[in-house]
Structures are given as C-alpha cells and as structure tokens.
C-alpha cells in the first residue's frame, strides 16, 4: 500500500500544480515540474521531522513510473505524426539539430575551460559538460509542444525531428567522450563511422518494416476488433523496437518512436487508429506524464 499512496501524493501534487500553470495560461508541465522543485525542498527541510516527505522524493515507484511514461509520450508522438510530414521537416530539424548541438557543446567546453583550466581532467570536464548541455529531452520537447497546440505544426514537426537527430548526434558525442577518457585520444574515424552505421541499420529496419509488414499485422488486428488487442500488440512492437535500438547502441526513445510513427490511419484505418490515440493519450496525459514531470523536478 505504500507504493499507492506515494503515487497517490504525487498525482495531486502534480495535477494540481499544472492546473494552477494553466490558469496563469502557462503549460501544465511547467507547473509539474514546479511540483517536483518543491518536494525536493520541503523534503531537505522537513524531512526529518517527516520521513515520508523523503520516502517521496527518494521513491522507486515514481522512477519506474516515470520511464514508462518516457515510453508512452514518445509512442504518442509518434502516433500522432505522419512519415511524410516529418520527412518534410527532416532537412530544417537537421539543421536546427547541428546548431542545438554545436552552439551548447561550444559553449559549455568554453566555460570549463575558462574556469576550471588548472583542474585535474580539466578536458574531459569541459568535453562531459559540452556533452550533457547538448542533448535534448525529446519527452518533454512533445509534451510541451502538445500542451501549447504547436505539435502538428510546421514549427512543432521541426522541433521533433531536430530532437531526433540530436539523439543520434549525442551519440557521436559520447562516443569522442568515452574515447578521450579512455585512450586519451578523439576516436577515429572507423569508430565514428561505426555509429553512423549503426544508426542507419535501425533506421532502414524500422522504416521498412513500417511501411510494408506492420500495416498487415495492424490491419489482421483490426478485423478482430478488440482495441485491447490492439494496444497490447502496439506495446509489445514498441518494446521490441526500443531493444533493438538498445541493441545497436542506441536509445530506446528512438525504437518508441518509430513504432508509433507508421500507425497511421491511413494504413490501419481511421477506427484503430482513433481508439488506439485516445487510449495512449488517455494513458500518458492524464496518469502518467505528470508524474514523469514531477520526477523532473525532484531531481
């Protein structure tokens, strides 16, 4: 029971935060995480006088909780946007991608090593802040995109394909990371092209199988017409597509994305389409986000 009620605590405090986020006409995420902010103060304050304050802040449930949610906000984005409209935004997201990627590494390298020049590893201090600045929350990127009514726009498609492209790119940036801290050494260009390739496997899996097997498979289960079926079958794509980009070395968050990405109505029909949409939308915004939020926030 005490799981349910730290969970319990956490939905309202989350839930009535973004209410008062949007009555100030702001999203409701920004509330949430105003939520976590404080929890994570009250519990350094009162904590002691109140263990469970702490139990909050420190809980398992909300850390599993909050991965799940990661798994149902990224699926849903890409439920909601079509192959040929991200395609269309790939060019400008790219673009958008290199600079939200260059412009923060730059200037995180710059300022360690501006001011921690004498520190021991002061260059791999500079290239892991470089690093951390760079990347970019694609959950959170949707999910404010969605709240503000900007996700389907021309604006909102090029920020999510930029966040996709960051994550790839974050990769090449980990892989000169984890190269100099070991060898001492930027990698060279075998291991570099090593990733590229690894990512340009998952991509032309993923997409082939979207566009000429996962069709069959929705459409066989849209006969039976069980929404219950459809979304456990939709799940269990989606995990195995976030294992096999685990696989590769690359993140999760790509393999849900993908496999929301080709249900379309078009290719499903519009009735699975909208039953399924409403089930992970009824999922993900009303139970499960704002508990990812305020786990951003406490920590």
Do not use: N
């Not at 949430?32 to 103060?41: F, H, M, N, R």
């Not at 600079?99 to 892991?128: K, M, N, W």
């Amino acid at each position: 029971m005490q799981v349910f009620l730290e969970l319990l605590v956490l939905l309202i405090m989350a839930r009535a935060f973004g209410e008062g986020a949007e009555r100030l006409r702001q999203p409701a995420s920004a509330g949430e995480l105003l939520a976590g902010i404080v929890l994570a103060v009250a519990a350094a304050a009162i904590g002691d006088a109140v263990p469970f304050a702490r139990e909050l802040v420190s809980s398992q449930a909300l850390i599993y909780t909050a991965d799940v949610a990661i798994f149902f906000l990224v699926y849903l984005a890409g439920i909601e946007m079509q192959p040929r409209r991200l395609a269309r935004s790939a060019k400008k997201g790219f673009a958008v991608a290199v600079g939200g990627v260059a412009v923060p590494f730059a200037g995180g390298y710059a300022l360690v090593s501006l001011y921690l020049a004498d520190a021991e590893h002061a260059r791999h201090l500079a290239l892991l802040t470089g690093t951390v600045l760079s990347i970019t929350a694609v959950p959170a990127t949707v999910k404010v995109l969605e709240e503000l009514g900007l996700l389907h726009s021309r604006f909102g498609e090029t920020i999510v394909a930029a966040a996709l492209f960051d994550d790839v790119l974050g990769l090449f940036l980990l892989a000169i990371l984890l190269g100099v801290i070991q060898t001492g050494e930027i990698p060279g260009m075998l291991t570099l092209a090593a990733v590229a390739g690894k990512a340009l496997v998952f991509f032309a899996v993923t997409i082939a199988l979207g566009a000429h097997v996962y069709p069959h498979v929705s459409r066989g289960l849209g006969l039976m017409e069980a929404a219950a079926l459809e979304f456990s079958a939709l799940a269990m794509i989606g995990l195995a597509y976030g294992l096999f980009a685990e696989a590769l070395g690359l993140h999760w968050i790509l393999g849900a994305f993908m496999a929301g990405l080709f249900f379309e109505s078009s290719r499903v029909g519009q009735r699975a389409y909208e039953e399924i949409k409403l089930i992970f939308t009824a999922i993900s915004s009303g139970f499960l986000a704002p508990l990812f939020f305020i786990s951003i926030g406490v920590r």
